[in-house]
């Protein structure tokens, strides 16, 4: 029987890795991924979290403004001897100035009693209502930006994915040229045309492009696995991105936004250090409370706790608190003003920096769209470069040398075409993130 559970609990566990090793996400945009994030991110969920804690916290402080209170106490006492009473002996016809002792009450007594008290001026109670009002605006605020961040975080990730297919797939076509020039030596070696150092170099730029491919192969998984962190995906499941370019990034100048949440959750933090310096002098002033309630007791002669004549009271009434200050609440309020003072000066960090960042985001998009250009005319330019070099080397009239030259120019200039290509639509999904928010 043993025997038999553990073979089911192999089949299990095969069964479940072999489900996750097919489960395959293909993108096609970084809209896809964005969208995708948007329900697998455990940092955004941990944020939806927070922000329901927020909200019942609010309530929770709402309620706690008036802070009623209800006790239901009862007691049952039985005294095992009555209190003793002094009274003057002369009224019981004594010497005047001599007492008389007096056993006076029930030893049996039954209470039951009902509190009712509700703070009708609560100045603590209201500040911290409105320290969990302004708590729950920024927390909504601080998840939007976590969001950002995100997004600007997959962007960064998938166009690195897309820049480092379109290397290896360049790399890849140049390795056929690589092998073309190697058997051209090779075969004018063998006719005693060109040196065993043009065959050596001619080997080496194939070795060097092989090399590059197996570069771009590593950090093409690096990139997958940042992406698959980012997404939440576990490691075990397939990511492919295939992605489809955005012809209006390489061409269409976007308008760029001014993005005002940095701006807002700052606002905000001074909010909450004003509210908390305001809570802070709170401390001192004065409470109001309304209390009533009523009690009903029972004497009894005998134990009988429960049977006998009740006898009621009520009372209502006003309690009005104060406090007087100590160390403590003064160096809090000295805190919570620096905190303040803090706070204001962030503010007007964040104001200075919005129309910066904005500017910071056109003109690295006119910087890139600036790079594209140049690096498609220079690419244009080295591939024609390095075919008539090659018509030359074929017929003898260039050494292998300057074809080696052309080619790592080539190489290069495609290299940077396609980085220059991704970085244009990369900085043009940036303003639009910035846009979104």
Known sequence: MKTLLLIILSITLAAGNAAGQGTEHTFRSLDEVIAYSETASLDLIIDNIRFAQAKTAKKAAGFEMFDPTVSL????THFSELPVTLLPAEIFGGQPGSTVELRAGSPYTTEFSQTLEVKLLNPLGWADYKLAKINEDLTRSSGERTR???????????????????????????????DSVLEITQRKFEEGQVSQQDLNNAQVSKLNTKKSLR???????????????????????????????QAEALHAQPTVAQSRLDLKLQLLNQDYARQNYKKSKSLLWPSLSFFAGNTYQLNNQSFTPLTGDWVNSNYLGLTLSF??????TVSSMRQAKLDYEIASREVEKAELALSIEEQRLDNTYKEAQDEYTTSVEIQRLQEDSYSKNLNLYVQGLLPVDRLLDSYDAMLNAIYAANASAISLELAYEKILINNRF
């Open 148 to 178: 950002q961040i995100l997004q600007e975080n997959l962007a960064d990730s998938y166009y690195a994915i897309v820049n480092l297919d379109r290397q290896r797939a360049s790399t890849d076509a140049l390795l056929a040229s690589a």
């Open 215 to 245: 570069q771009i192969d590593y950090l093409l998984i690096d990139a997958y696995l940042t992406l698959k962190a980012l997404c939440n995906i576990p490691e075990t499941e397939e990511v492919r991105v295939v992605h489809e370019e």
């Open 73 to 76: 106490p009862g007691t049952f």
């Open 323 to 328: 406090r007087l200050p100590t160390t403590g």
